[in-house]
T-cell receptor
Framework: RKEVEQDPGPFNVPEGATVAFNCTYSNSASQSFFWYRQDCRKEPKLLMS???SGNEDGRFTAQLNRASQYISLLIRDSKLSDSATYLCVAFTDYKLSFGAGTTVTVRA | GAGVSQSPSNKVTEKGKDVELRCDPI?????LYWYRQSLGQGLEFLIY????????KSGLPSDRFSAERTGGSVSTLTIQRTQQEDSAVYLC?????????????FGSGTRLTVV
């Protein structure tokens, strides 16, 4: 079983729309969680950390539910520049474990 | 340097040949990681270095794969007798704080194609 499972999408949304997607993780000992963004043929870059209390970074909201081992990301007022693959990441001990990614395409 | 540097950026090799991939981490970062990303897949962990030692090599797919790190800095990933299934993007990351998950920086990767 993969450590992090994600809905691959793709999510195809118009500009201005809200899009939400999630992932689950299998290791209850995982200590911290992140969303990374990966553009086509580029390296992953940190988008934001995820906390149980929920956190926002501009148009992005992330939430962690430790009881159900579930992580979500919501993007409000989507921009064309939000088109990318979003990677759900769990950190355990010293290692980042990545989901396969959710592809989001924002259309004009 | 300012970021994690990997070379070459692209490598095409014939099946059966050996290849060496290089990673130059951010200066002062003690932790270094190699990951592999096949087409349409997530990142697959290969190996973790803390300084020059590798406490976790569990992700190396076979004994054809090896890695070393010298001087607590540059790392080389070597693949012997390459196979077509080795074709992937090999990503290196370094971190100054491997105990938290924060502060990871990835290089732009080496795209390996085995023909």
């Amino acid at each position: 079983r993969k450590e992090v499972e994600q809905d691959p999408g793709p999510f195809n949304v118009p500009e201005g729309a809200t899009v939400a997607f999630n992932c689950t993780y299998s290791n209850s000992a995982s200590q911290s969680f992140f969303w990374y963004r990966q553009d086509c043929r580029k390296e992953p870059k940190l988008l934001m950390s995820v906390y149980s209390s929920g956190n926002e970074d501009g148009r992005f909201t992330a939430q962690l539910n430790r009881a159900s081992q579930y992580i979500s990301l919501l993007i409000r007022d989507s921009k064309l520049s939000d088109s990318a693959t979003y990677l759900c990441v769990a950190f355990t001990d010293y290692k980042l474990s990545f989901g396969a990614g959710t592809t989001v395409t924002v259309r004009a | 340097g300012a970021g994690v540097s990997q070379s070459p950026s692209n490598k095409v090799t014939e099946k059966g040949k050996d290849v060496e991939l290089r990673c130059d981490p951010i200066s002062g970062h003690t932790a270094l990681y190699w990951y592999r990303q096949s087409l349409g897949q997530g990142l697959e962990f290969l190996i973790y270095f803390q300084g020059n030692s590798a406490p976790d090599k569990s992700g190396l797919p076979s004994d054809r794969f090896s890695a070393e790190r010298t001087g607590g800095s540059v790392s080389t990933l070597t693949i012997q007798r390459t196979q077509q299934e080795d074709s992937a993007v090999y990503l290196c990351a370094s971190s100054s704080d491997p105990g938290t998950g924060y502060g990871y920086t990835f290089g732009s990767g080496t795209r390996l194609t085995v023909v």
